[in-house]
């Protein structure tokens, strides 16, 4: 019986902590455990023989840190670590797992680890410790979601080996970089686990609740090891405040609860696992059913589609959007990523990404707002390309399991999506036309869509991972359209297969189509509409959605709807009667009372004038209070804020190609995650009427210097917090003054002096976002 | 003795005092503009902080002019004058969690300003709960300032060394950067000697912001 045969048939057993075993026998603290396996092979297998004999089926191999991060002879050790974990197994039934923990480093955006490094250090593991002879990949004590897809991802890759995940949560139930357990099951079982579950940082009392909310929403096999209680260190010792009595009378609760493979962490000797296995082997075995929910995830939650209805916000779109396709070609990620936020403030529960444009790399701008958006936002993406390359490498660095917009029943499109969902896992908006068009009946849709299904179902792909759109089509070219895709989604409804729908096609070619569009979707969702694309700025949607859930039970007490419905006017709008003038409304900051003063200006006013001699002498009487230290930089940052917002109104009505004062480009340096600061000066500066192009944080030498040759920029702003990341500042200065001589340098940031600012060669320093201002109006006067 | 301190966000009281500071408001009061959006920030901060640190207590003596703390030896003329006379000192790392940094991200895209206040709160938080982790390891009273390393002539570099010894990123999810930043933002590092007599230093937030002269811990 092979170990998958195994767990699928009877309890499986795993061992417990080696670091107590080993440390009693004389591993001293500090001193990694790997290195036994080569200085004392005999106690390690000692160690493996003392689990077997208490009832282990599974052994972990001594490899939990065993990555090239921390070791040079990483062949060696990992080599040793399987043949010595194989010499014990000689006469028991028993799996090896080559066991993979963290890499000690966090991953991007949180850290600085790229993730396709991650995914390589773990496949160099993996690929030793495979050709070494383990029977399965054991993938643990992972704190961090994405941490865990780099693993499992080089596991599937480089080997065929059973791949099992447990996870660390942490006391909050969730794991340190906030999944819960109904993400991390989406996720992994996306990414075709063959088990998974928990393990370390607390005890098995703890650790129930964890394994029983696992439970509700796994389909595998749940492996749970918990430590012996939590870990203290007394005298420089372990020690754990749950007996191997106590341990192992809540392992019985935890079959209870669902788990079938069950070992121990940290502190559990081999008695902790014997009476674990005496206690829990006649305990009844049942595998958790097949759940067949259907769920995408985030790296905090899941969102399940099929309860209530659920919003897809549309706006991260280039589709009839100017500013939108405008920052797409500037690689304006803030734009598109402030597109994000608000959406997700108005109560989206998915953001769909659509980044296509003829004219730009799609792949790469995809693969970036992808990553960038999981940064400021925790909702589920919906990848939405048309680029099959480009979905592929966005699946890949998705931080958990992602809606796919979309597949269709052409032979080639579900050729390029189903490989895809199978080994990257995902849902996917299954659209319902094929080579012969999109069928005109709901009869015709509903036979494609089951088309799909099928064979979706040839990849291992459930019926439950599509959702089907039967097309909105406008209701102005065809007076049947909505009456048809209504009935489509009602026949799927009726299926049980879920529905998606973008809604706003209806109302194409239409005057007022926002209230076309909220009427439809009211009535899509009473056929049973599951999911809906809208937009989330719209009131008349939000509205109808709301409504819906208040009116159809899924809003208790209708909660939500009072709370939509009782939005406070902005507390801005208290003081805003006080403010008569935009210089004014920019000195004290105000940003919506700036923006309609600035309207009411231009009706009067020519924008220049207003620019010169409104906007810019307000900011200037701030500038200077700044300066005299009677306004703080957050006043003077709202005052920017606030011209911003009177800037957006003038621009609008300037005649084009009106220029602006000149290019800058900026950046936080190489290795330095910091930028406040930098942000700050960047809202001045575009203030002051210059174009900032913004290169973010962590900046290597090479980008900011080829951002300047090709925006032709006069001048660059770099920024520095820690005196670790000032060499790379220097770094940055010595490559530009190589490579753009003429080109000046401004430096800020909280360890700067004029004196180290002129050391590593700089042309300026900036104490404060004002003082960098000042010397951009020198440099362009 | 090692424990994982956690606390919920109202056990931690962050200092209006504090926010104000770090945002540079030094006695000045904050405009009748910015309170809303302080407030808003902080309640949003208090939505997603998960305040977590690990410490361990352990042996503190000096050595050939090196100051020894079992895990680590540092020439460190600053450590080695903050610890005189200490046998027992706390090593502890603290954080306000990855939500918390993925907060200020998304703030300072929303606008400059939410970031700024956002970070600001911040560092008000990582700090109040240091003070919180204080009056849990002992006496404060006999408690030195804390001193992180980057202080006087502490090195930055003794940061994984300290991380390692804590298990940080295990227990608290807290790791560094190439560049020896922590990771999440807004977390602190520290060693905290326990004197055998009543503390002499009044500053509670450590040598870092400290510019006393005849300091009789230097």
């Known amino acids: ?781 | 003795m090692f424990q994982i301190i956690s606390a919920k966000p109202d056990e931690i009281l962050i200092g209006q005092n504090a926010i104000e500071e770090y945002l540079g408001y030094f006695g000045a009061k904050l405009t009748d503009e910015l309170m809303p959006l302080v407030e808003e920030c902080k309640k949003e901060l208090l939505e997603c902080v998960d305040y977590k640190a690990c410490v361990m207590q352990t042996e503190c003596c000096e050595k050939d002019g090196k100051i020894c703390l079992g895990f680590m030896q540092s020439e460190s003329k600053s450590l080695s004058g903050n610890l005189r006379d200490c046998e027992t000192v706390f090593v502890f790392a603290a954080t306000t969690g990855a939500a918390v940094q993925r907060l200020i991200a998304k703030n300072s895209l929303i606008s400059p300003v939410k970031g700024m206040i956002t970070d600001s709160i911040g560092s008000a938080a990582i700090e109040a709960f240091c003070d919180y982790i204080n009056r849990k390891v002992g006496d404060v009273d006999y408690l030195r300032p804390r001193f992180s390393p980057g202080y006087g002539d502490l090195p930055l570099e003794c940061q994984q060394a300290l991380l390692d010894f804590l298990e940080a990123k295990k227990h608290i999810g807290l790791a560094l950067t190439e560049s020896r930043m922590l990771t999440p933002v807004k977390s602190v590092t520290a060693i905290i000697g326990l004197s055998k007599e009543k503390n002499k230093c009044k500053n509670k937030k450590g040598c870092m912001v400290c510019n006393r002269v005849n300091c009789p811990y230097s």
């Not at chain 1, 941490?147 to 791949?163: H, S, Y």
């Open chain 1, 1 to 781: 019986m092979n170990v998958l045969e195994k767990i699928k048939n009877e309890i499986t057993y795993v061992d417990g902590g080696a670091g107590t075993l080993l440390q009693s026998w004389g591993l001293e603290a500090g001193v990694s455990p790997e290195i036994w396996n080569i200085t004392n092979p005999d106690k390690i297998q000692k160690m493996h023989r003392l689990y077997l004999e208490a009832g282990a089926n599974i052994i972990t191999a001594c490899t939990f840190g065993a990555n090239r991060l921390k070791f040079d002879n990483l062949e060696e050790i990992i080599t040793s670590a399987i043949a010595n974990a194989k010499e014990a197994c000689k006469g028991f039934d028993a799996f090896v797992a080559l066991d993979i923990g963290p890499t000690g480093r966090m991953l991007e955006p949180l850290g600085d680890l790229p993730f396709e490094e991650a995914v390589s250090v773990f496949a160099e593991t993996v690929k030793i410790g495979a050709k070494a002879g383990a029977d399965l990949v054991l993938i643990e004590t992972m704190n961090d979601s994405y941490e865990t897809k780099a693993a499992v991802l080089a596991a599937k890759e480089n080997c065929d080996l059973p791949v099992f995940v447990t996870n660390a949560y942490s006391d909050n139930g969730k794991l340190m970089t906030g999944a819960d357990p109904a993400a991390m099951v989406a996720m992994l079982e996306g990414l075709g686990v063959d088990a998974l579950g928990m393990n370390c940082s607390m005890g098995p009392r703890q650790m129930l609740e964890v394994a029983a909310e696992t439970a509700k929403y796994a389909s595998v096999p749940i492996i749970v090891n918990p430590n012996a209680g939590l870990p203290k260190m007394v005298d420089g010792k372990s020690v754990f405040d749950v007996d191997a009595e106590e341990f192992s009378d809540i392992m019985c609760e935890i079959v209870a609860a669902g788990a079938t493979i069950i070992g121990g962490c940290c502190g559990t000797t081999p008695e902790y696992i014997r009476k674990t296995v005496e206690k829990t082997r006649n305990l009844p075995f049942t595998l958790p059913e097949k759940k067949n929910k259907t769920v995408v995830s985030s790296y905090t939650h899941a969102v399940e589609i099929g309860n209530a209805p659920v919003i897809i916000g549309e706006r991260i779109n280039p589709t009839g959007k100017k500013l939108f396709k405008e920052a797409l070609r500037r690689n304006d990620l803030n734009y598109i990523l402030g597109e994000g936020v608000s959406q997700h403030k108005k109560g989206v529960s998915i953001l769909d990404v659509n980044v296509g444009l003829p004219e730009i790399d799609e792949k790469a701008m995809l693969t970036s707002v992808t990553a960038s958006l999981q940064a400021v936002s925790d909702l589920p993406l919906q990848i939405d390309t048309v680029d099959y390359d480009a979905m592929a490498a966005a699946m890949r660095i998705y931080n958990g399991k992602a809606l796919i917009n979309s597949v269709n029943g052409k032979a080639e499109s579900m050729a390029a999506v189903f490989p895809l969902i199978k080994k990257y896992g995902g849902c996917a908006i299954a659209v319902t036309l094929d080579e012969n068009g999109i069928p005109e009946t709901a009869e015709g849709r509903v036979a494609v869509a089951e088309k799909i299904i099928a064979e979706a179902a040839k990849y291992g792909i459930g019926k439950n991972e599509i959702i089907v759109d039967p097309l909105a089509m406008a209701v102005s070219s065809d007076m049947n359209s909505a009456n048809v895709t209504l009935e489509a989604v009602r026949m799927l409804n009726a299926k049980g297969i879920r529905t998606s729908l973008g809604v706003s096609n209806i109302s194409f070619g239409l005057p007022s189509r926002a209230d076309v569009n909220a009427v439809f979707y009211t009535m899509a969702m009473q056929c049973g509409l599951d999911c809906a694309i809208i937009n989330p700025h719209s009131d008349e949607m939000m509205k109808a959605w709301h409504g819906f859930m208040a009116l159809t039970g899924k809003d208790a007490n209708c909660c939500d709807y009072i709370e939509f419905a009782s939005k406070q006017t902005p507390a801005e709008a208290k003081t805003a009667a006080s403010v008569d003038t935009l210089e004014n409304a920019i000195v004290k900051g105000l940003k919506e009372s700036a923006y309609n003063l600035a309207c009411e200006a231009l009706k009067t006013v020519s924008p220049l004038d207003i620019i010169d001699k409104m906007i810019i002498p307000a900011l200037n009487t701030v500038g200077r209070g700044f300066e005299a230290k009677t306004v703080y930089l957050p006043q003077l940052l709202m005052s920017a804020e606030a011209a911003g917002r009177a800037f957006e109104a003038v621009k609008a009505a300037m005649p084009a190609g009106e220029s602006k004062k000149g290019r800058i480009v900026i950046a936080t340096v190489k290795g330095d995650i910091h930028d406040i600061g930098k942000n700050i000066v960047k809202t001045l500066l575009e203030n002051y009427g210059y174009e900032v192009i913004d290169l973010g944080k962590d900046v290597a030498p090479e980008k900011v210097v080829e951002a300047a040759k090709t925006s032709g920029a006069k001048l660059v702003g770099l920024s520095a917090l820690m005196t670790t990341t000032v060499p790379a500042m220097e770094e940055t200065i010595k490559l530009l003054r190589k490579e753009l001589p003429e080109c000046k340098v401004t430096v800020g940031g909280a360890v700067m002096t004029a004196e180290y600012a002129a050391m590593i060669g700089a042309d300026n320093f900036s104490p404060d976002a004002m003082h960098g201002v000042r010397y951009a109006e020198e440099i362009f006067n």
